[in-house]
Nanobody, 118 residues
Framework: QVHLVESGGGLGQAGGSLRLSCVASGSIIRLNNMGWYRQAPGKQRELVASVTSAGFTNYADSVKGRFAISRDNAKNTLYLQMNSLKPEDTAVYFC????????????WGQGTQVTVSS
């Protein structure tokens, strides 16, 4: 079992920055992908960015050039640096860990609220 705890959300201003962190604990399989998802009111959860255990990254078009995902495998920590924030970035942000070995477990954090004022 893996437990994910996010932190770093809160209120930001348009054009400003916030940094999210997610600490993973428990029985962590090294071969995994980690990512950040977000869900705004009335909308479906969407992928923001992901990173493989080898460090390969993927971003949603809406955040490319503004957000940066990174991970510290030694600390079992995932980060999301969010720059040039926009009001449309307002959402609950969820940390995800997806194992790449059977049984391919999928773990989620409890979410952290990010609100961007204009």
């Amino acid at each position: 079992q893996v437990h994910l705890v996010e932190s770093g959300g809160g209120l930001g201003q348009a054009g400003g920055s916030l940094r999210l962190s997610c600490v993973a604990s428990g029985s962590i399989i090294r071969l995994n992908n980690m990512g950040w998802y977000r869900q705004a009111p009335g909308k479906q959860r969407e992928l923001v960015a992901s990173v493989t255990s080898a460090g390969f990254t993927n971003y949603a078009d809406s955040v490319k050039g503004r957000f940066a995902i990174s991970r510290d495998n030694a600390k079992n920590t995932l980060y999301l640096q969010m720059n040039s924030l926009k009001p449309e970035d307002t959402a609950v942000y969820f940390c995800n860990l997806r194992e790449l070995l059977w049984p391919l477990n999928d773990y989620w954090g409890q979410g952290t609220q990010v609100t961007v004022s204009s």
